[in-house]
């Protein structure tokens, strides 16, 4: 699917150079953004959760 998909986009940013690509090579850099983003949030999250539970954890006693 993706080497068929050779129709040229127009490409325009907020903060970046224009051009032109195709539209496979578009949705994929899509995708990659896509993930990178959801893995920074994620990364954030967990160790935002992380350092509440340190907090919270009882300090071990010996007995």
Do not use: C, F, Y
């Amino acid at each position: 699917m993706t080497s068929q998909s050779t129709e040229i986009r127009h490409l325009q940013t907020r903060s970046g150079p224009d051009g032109s690509a195709p539209l496979a090579v578009t949705l994929l850099i899509a995708a990659v953004a896509a993930t990178l983003l959801t893995l920074l949030v994620g990364t954030a999250r967990i160790t935002q959760l992380r350092r509440r539970l340190a907090g919270r954890r009882p300090t071990p006693t010996n007995k």
